[in-house]
Each structure stands twice: as C-alpha cells, then as structure tokens.
C-alpha cells in the first residue's frame, strides 16, 4: 500500500509552504493593525476548560460531518470499517491549506485502495460540500439581525441563500445535466468545455445521494454540527466580554465561513477572520477583541482540524509501514 500522504505533500509542499506563509504574515497583520496589549489581555481570559469546551465542540462537529460521510459511503454500497474510514476522513483535512482540493484527492485515494471508484468518491465530496455550502447558508440568516440596519445587505444575502438552497431540487434532474453536456460541446473554450463536462459527469454520478433521503439526512447532520460550532463561536465572544446574542454569533460564525470560501482562498485564511472581525465591530466590539476573538475561533477550528489530519495521516502511514514490514 502506497503512502499516499507522503506523496501527496510532497507533490504540494510548495503550495503549503505559501499558504503557511500568508496566514502567518495576515495573523501578525491583524495583531499589529490593531493593540497587541489588548489582544493578549484577550487571550489571557480563555483558561484551560475554556479552550477544552471549544476543542470538544469542533470534534463533535467533526464527527457528525463523518457520520455523514460514512453515510453516503454506506448508500452507495460501499463498506468500510468506520475507524478506518474515519482516519481517511481526518486525513483529508491535513491538506486543506493546499489548493485545487488536495484534501479530498487524498481521500478519494484512501478509499481507492478499498474499490471505490474516484467518480463515487468525488460525488460524495461534491455532495459533502453542497449540503455544508446549504446548511451554512441557512444558519447565516441570523445575521440579518446584526446588519438589520441596511436594508440592502438584508436583501443580498436573502437572495443569495434562496439561490443556493434551489439548487437542492435542481442537480438531481436530468435535465440538468443534459443541458450542461450539450453546452460543453458547443463551448471552444477548452478550459471552460472540460470544465462543463466534468461537472454534467459529476452530477451524473451524484445522482443517488442528491436523492430525498440522503440529501435531507445529511443537511439535518450538517445542521447539529454547523449549529455545534456556532455555539462554540458564542461561547469564545461572550467569555472575551462582548456582548451577543447566541442567534447573533452563528450568524456572524456562518457568514464568515461563506466570505472564506467565496475567497476561494484556501482554507478562507484572512478573509473568514475579516468577516468576523468586520461584523463583531458592528455589534460594538472593540477591534482588538474581536480580533482576539477571530484568532481563538479559528485556532480552534481550522488550526485544530489540520494538526488533526496530519496525526491522522501519520497514522495511516505508519499502519501501511507495518502492513509492508
């Protein structure tokens, strides 16, 4: 059995290094652009249990996401050992700071070793993501609280939750699909063509789990766990003495997660923590703490699911060591 973290990190070291590079220098950006002092003072205030309840907070929303996960693998036929799957699961997440989905070519290449078909894997991954992008969307309603004062940004984000949460009914039909084939060889545009194609495959292939019951079991998983993670976010900006809502901050927690991801940055650095910090100012947080307040969330969230995958990947290959030994 190949190692494939190790050639996977390799192939992409330079990619990780950059990403390393920026979050770096936008984390010391942030804490420069505003009062280090009071920044610290923030910090000092999340003890040991404070950090241990975040931390198991962010687990559990792991793990609901895997139970997802094993979930559609098990529609589609396929069985494998949860525990196991379960650390091809946290793998994925070792590579997340990598662009082009390094994360999920990595699993997809676990469960290859079991039979899966890549096509199966990528439309679990494409299926994966659309119910967090939907579930995500949906909690990001509770923002309209915090921005009730325009009208307009009410509006916008109405609007855009309505498109994304249509297109549920939409990529199940064949129409759909048909229509994105066609299109593709009409298009010259190499890029765009495959492009078009790939994806009318991909729904092609997406079809079972884009069905009734996998499509509503794994948004109401998506929902516990966002709404978990959210809950975490309320308790780190109340313990830091700001004063919110718990509606208030998973609505704030939600809408920094799309702004990260309609970056198209990986892993949303910079831009998730700047959504957070822009929305807690406009609730009256000082800038310092809802830095401060950003950065915990975010060590306990993003940080904390790569140092997890990366156990999770030395894991496995040490395992394929012992199996080749």
């Known amino acids: 059995?190949?190692?494939?973290?190790?050639?996977?990190?390799?192939?992409?070291?330079?990619?990780?290094?950059?990403?390393?590079?920026?979050?770096?220098?936008?984390?010391?950006?942030?804490?420069?652009?505003s009062n280090p002092d009071k920044i610290v003072s923030a910090f000092s205030k999340m003890n040991l249990t404070h950090w241990l309840f975040i931390l198991v907070c962010s687990l559990l929303n792991y793990l609901l996401r895997f139970v997802r996960w094993h979930y559609y693998l098990r529609y589609l036929t396929h069985s494998i050992p949860a525990s196991q799957n379960f650390l091809y699961y946290l793998a994925g997440f070792a590579l997340t700071l990598t662009p082009a989905k390094v994360g999920e070519t990595i699993r997809s290449s676990y469960l290859a070793q079991h039979g899966v078909p890549y096509t199966r894997s990528l439309a679990m991954f494409f299926v994966d993501r659309f119910a967090d992008v939907v579930v995500v969307s949906l909690l990001s309603l509770f923002v309209l609280k915090v921005s009730g004062h325009s009208e307009h940004i009410n509006q916008f984000i109405i609007i855009m939750v309505t498109i994304i949460v249509s297109f549920i009914p939409l990529m199940r039909q064949t129409f759909v699909t048909r229509f994105l084939y066609n299109l593709h060889k009409k298009i010259t545009w190499n890029f765009l063509s495959k492009t078009?194609?790939?994806?009318?495959?991909?729904?092609?292939?997406?079809?079972?789990?884009?069905?009734?019951?996998?499509?509503?079991?794994?948004?109401?998983?998506?929902?516990?766990?966002?709404?978990?993670?959210?809950i975490a976010f309320y308790f780190i900006v109340t313990t830091l003495g700001i004063e919110i809502t718990l509606q208030q901050s998973i609505g704030i927690y939600a809408i920094s997660l799309l702004a990260g991801a309609a970056s198209f940055i990986?892993?949303?650095?910079?831009?998730?923590?700047?959504?957070?910090?822009?929305?807690?100012?406009?609730?009256?947080?000082?800038?310092?703490?809802?830095?401060?307040?950003?950065?915990?969330?975010?060590?306990?969230?993003?940080?904390?699911?790569?140092?997890?995958?990366?156990?999770?990947?030395?894991?496995?290959?040490?395992?394929?060591?012992?199996?080749k030994g």
């Not at 050639?7 to 942030?30: D, E, F, M, Q, W």
């Not at 310092?288 to 290959?317: E, Y």
Request: proline fraction near 2%; include cysteine; aromatic fraction near 8%.
């Open 1 to 33: 059995m190949q190692n494939t973290f190790l050639k996977l990190l390799l192939k992409n070291k330079r990619n990780l290094s950059i990403s390393l590079i920026i979050a770096g220098a936008l984390y010391i950006g942030l804490v420069l652009f």
């Open 196 to 230: 078009l194609l790939h994806l009318s495959q991909l729904l092609t292939t997406a079809r079972d789990l884009l069905a009734l019951k996998p499509v509503y079991t794994g948004l109401l998983l998506g929902l516990f766990a966002w709404f978990i993670q959210g």
């Open 266 to 323: 990986p892993g949303g650095i910079g831009t998730t923590e700047a959504a957070m910090t822009l929305l807690l100012t406009l609730l009256g947080a000082d800038t310092a703490t809802a830095i401060a307040a950003a950065l915990i969330s975010r060590l306990a969230t993003l940080w904390f699911a790569v140092c997890l995958g990366f156990t999770a990947a030395l894991i496995l290959s040490f395992n394929s060591e012992k199996i």
